[in-house]
């Protein structure tokens, strides 16, 4: 098991602007997973890119995965206040590997 | 319905005392787990059951112990509580049948430790 790496820590928009945070890892992995909290919630599952996609697009989240650079991003387009939130990376390895979560990037997005 | 769900959302108790969280899942997982968000937000897995059976065990103190009465059920018992075990505590489960690891979470056991 690994843990992703999220950065930048914090990250400050306006509505209306894009956000992309990055994720990076150490090892060979299945998939790679982005999750959003809420302050005072649940994690909560987003999307998931397979180490043989390259971009997989939800709405609007646009996730890219480099297995070369062993490296992720997450655009957030056309940000909305309600993207407010923590987001974490979480590569998986497979199996019985367990998610394990960095600090994440905190999002705040201004009206 | 409630996918995840965990109780109490928020326990304050002294510390010494013993306290119990539980979760239950309606997802027809296997696997369970419970994690623990420290104030810096850093979510740190603790331990976890497949089918009742435990296959994750962190370096946690074995002041916390886990149960899993059946697979749909992960309760997590804390013996003598200390001030640092003030935390949010997740409970999760997996078991899609491609087996991606997703997980899904509860809302959160917030404790307090006075």
């Known amino acids: 098991s690994q843990q992703g790496e999220e950065d930048p820590q914090a990250l400050s928009i306006q509505e209306g602007e894009n956000a992309t945070m990055n994720c990076s890892y150490k090892t060979s992995i299945n998939n790679l997973q982005w999750y959003r909290q809420n302050s005072g919630r649940g994690l909560v599952h987003l999307i998931l890119i397979r180490s043989n996609e390259r971009e997989k697009h939800s709405g609007r989240l646009r996730v890219t995965l480099d297995t070369s650079k062993k490296s992720s991003s997450l655009l957030i387009t056309a940000s909305r206040a309600a993207d407010t939130a923590s987001y974490f990376c979480a590569p998986f390895s497979g199996g019985y590997n367990k998610l394990i979560f960095g600090a994440g990037t905190r999002l705040a997005v201004h009206p | 319905d409630t996918a995840v769900s965990q109780t109490p959302k928020y326990l304050v108790t002294q510390m010494g005392n013993d306290k119990s969280i539980k979760c239950e899942q309606n997802?027809?997982?296997?696997?369970m787990y419970w994690y623990k968000q420290d104030s810096k937000k850093f979510l740190k897995i603790m331990f976890s059951y497949n089918n009742k059976e435990l296959i994750i065990n962190e370096t946690v103190p074995n002041r916390f112990s886990p149960k899993s009465p059946d697979k749909a059920h992960l309760n997590l018992h804390i013996n003598s509580l200390e001030l640092g075990d003030s935390a949010v505590y997740f409970c999760a489960s997996s078991g899609d049948s491609l087996n991606t690891g997703e997980l899904f979470f509860g809302e959160g056991s917030r404790l307090t430790v006075l």
């Open positions: 997802l027809g997982h296997d696997t």
